[in-house]
């Protein structure tokens, strides 16, 4: 058995309740800081990690996000919108080689 985790959960967790989030100190740290941030403190405990396109991942911190994965698997959680699908797949299976 394989387990993942989505990025996002390592983010402020905002809702529509507490809109600033419940962990506002991590609001302003990039995609592969939380990635990093990930690692470190799960280590083996998670196999890959989830991505949104273009939230959290796209063409502008791919290689930031790809050295600081070190080797982890990575999945598509979803794209924004569909034309952005195609491109999100290209992205991150070509570029990363899930």
Do not use: C
């Not at 506002?24 to 690692?39: C, D, F, L, N, Y």
């Amino acid at each position: 058995m394989k387990t993942s985790l989505g990025i996002w959960a390592f983010g402020a967790m905002s809702t529509r309740f507490v809109p600033a989030g419940y962990q506002p100190q991590w609001a302003a740290e990039s995609t592969a800081g939380k990635v990093g941030r990930a690692i470190e403190g799960l280590g083996d405990l998670i196999d890959g990690y989830e991505f949104h396109y273009p939230q959290e991942l796209d063409a502008s911190n791919l290689d930031a996000v790809r050295s600081a994965l070190g080797g982890h698997e990575t999945a598509l959680a979803a794209a924004q919108q569909e034309k952005d699908a195609v491109r999100a797949y290209e992205l991150v299976y070509a570029a990363l080689g899930a």
